[in-house]
């Protein structure tokens, strides 16, 4: 009944501390809508009736005022008065399902079911006098109240356990059905054996977590992708550079696919937080933790090349003819060095998005990616470290001629394409070995580290931090409702071109 969602809303918090209630049923001689205050005691008040509320018939069943509540000697004056203040209005509203349907056709209910005004950061903190409690609603208004509250722009959640409930799971955004309901289970999304709203909780954890990694990852292929570009366009104007097959191989088949995989490991944190994750793309967080990314990493670039060409023994390199010979292109200092900082630096980008924060559990709990970055970083340190083995010519760093000839028959080859094959009769580097000195080797080792200590500090301090989290969104107005309407804008100012 009614009076038992009032109860139980009280119970759980739904309705605000300190609110009365005012229950709207049908008198179904008049067919106009009662308004009643319910009494919050156990115990019925002194001229009450035998349900513990005081009576007062509002004089237009289309629209009843609650400011206006006036009636026989026993309606509460602290009621009345509270009920018409905003601010600290006092009243919440409940209605049964036959003075809904009498709303609804009267055009009011909008009036009752919205808020007006009273300038809540969010719809859930708003104090006005509007309905919160629903009782014994047939499922077609179930239904309604779902479409009402998601006509208004609001993302509505709906719980049920019963096949009256389906039409409803089956409107809103998210709903979840309770106790294994057959017939809820086959129109809610979700589902859950439990009784208990207790296993909301946990959807809004795994949901907030599940955003949270989908953008990490997003984040992860778009940094990437980017910074990659401009990496090629650097090795393309320095020299016509370009890597060897194996190195493409390597960070788009095996090292890309594996840590996405392994970002999407990452679990809910243990308890819901307070503040609801960034929802849009171009919000804040994910727009500057990818400048900040991409921007470290190709300043690492920078000082890596200016490193190398200090060394005494670098010659760089220069390959007359047309640039479409890509094979040609690899025998050099320079592209075994972009090969080890384009690989450290996506194994680095993976752990840093996957930050656990106050969503996600910590990095430190995600066990799959952090052997996938150990297992990734391995062959990489490997081939800085050794030289000229059968392994570093495969990939061309710290290759010698007479080590990358012989590869020509090995048995990698079979399972390569023709122009993936490793080793060859050609060797077009400027020297006859592209070893690195021992003092280039740790030079490079200790910027890559000190690259990724200052990229997770970064990461925690500023985009973490408070400014980014707090300042940035209320201050500046940087929030997911301006980054929809850019959004909104750039793919109209896209169909406005189209157009012409």
């Known amino acids: 009944s009614a009076l038992t969602g009032i109860a139980i809303a009280r119970t759980v ?35 009450s009736d035998a349900e513990g509320m005081t009576r007062c018939r509002s004089t237009d069943s289309s629209r009843p005022r609650i400011d206006s509540l006036s009636g026989p000697p026993g309606c509460d004056d602290d009621l009345h008065q509270d009920s018409t203040s905003h601010s600290g209005g006092r009243v919440s509203l409940a209605v049964t399902g036959e003075a809904f349907e009498v709303l609804l056709a009267s055009g009011a209910l909008a009036q009752h079911m919205m808020c007006r005004g009273c300038d809540a950061a969010a719809f ?13 609603m047939t499922p077609q208004q179930k239904i309604q109240v779902v479409r009402h509250f998601a006509s208004a722009s609001l993302t509505v959640g709906m719980c049920g356990d019963g096949g009256n409930d389906s ?16 017939e809820a289970s086959v129109a809610a999304p979700f589902s859950t054996n439990a009784h208990s709203l207790a296993a909301l909780v946990l959807l809004l954890r795994e949901g907030r977590a599940s955003l949270c990694t989908s953008f990490a990852a997003y984040r992860f292929l778009v940094v990437r992708g980017i910074v990659w570009t401009q990496a090629k366009n650097i090795m ?26 392994a970002i ?33 990493y190709l300043i690492v670039l920078l000082i890596l090349l200016a490193v190398l060409f200090a060394m005494p023994w670098f010659r760089a390199f220069s390959l007359p003819g047309p640039i479409y010979k890509w094979q040609a292109r690899s ?43 150990f297992a990734l970083a391995l062959p990489i340190l490997l081939l800085l470290l050794m030289d000229e083995t059968d392994f570093n010519c495969a990939f061309k760093v710290n290759c010698d001629r007479g080590t990358y000839m012989r590869l020509k028959s090995s048995w990698i080859n079979n399972l390569l394409f023709q ?39 970064l990461y925690s301090s500023v985009i973490f931090g408070a400014v980014v989290q707090e300042w940035i969104p209320k201050r500046l107005g940087w929030n997911d409702k301006r980054a929809e309407r850019l959004v909104a804008w750039v793919f109209a100012a896209i169909r406005t071109v189209k157009g012409r």
């Open 13 to 47: 918090a739904l309705l605000p501390p300190g609110h009365r209630v005012v229950l709207g049923s049908l008198d179904k001689t008049s067919r106009q809508v009662t308004w009643q205050a319910v009494v919050a005691d156990s115990a019925p008040a002194p001229d």
């Open 124 to 136: 859930v903190h708003c104090m006005c006098p509007r309905i919160r409690v629903f009782g014994r």
């Open 167 to 182: 039409g409803a799971l089956r409107a809103a955004h998210a709903g979840l059905s309770l106790g294994g309901s057959a």
């Open 236 to 261: 393309l104007i320095m020299s016509g550079l370009y890597l060897a097959p194996m190195v493409y191989l390597y960070i788009d088949l095996v090292a890309t696919s594996l840590l996405v995989w």
């Open 264 to 296: 999407t490991q990452a679990q809910p944190a243990h308890t819901l937080a307070q503040r609801r994750p960034e929802g849009s793309l171009l919000g804040p967080q994910n727009v500057l933790s990818a400048t900040l990314s991409a921007i470290l």
């Open 331 to 373: 025998d050099s200092y320079e592209s075994a060095l972009f090969f080890i900082w384009c690989a450290w630096f996506a194994i680095d980008l993976a752990l840093v998005v996957s930050k656990g924060h106050t969503h996600r559990q910590p990095l430190r709990q995600n066990s799959s990616l952090l052997i996938a970055a």
């Open 419 to 457: 122009y993936e094959q490793i080793g060859g009769d050609e060797w077009f580097a400027p020297v006859l070995s592209t070893k690195y000195s021992s003092e280039f080797k740790v030079a490079v080792l200790v910027i890559l580290a000190m690259a990724t200590c200052l990229h997770h500090l």
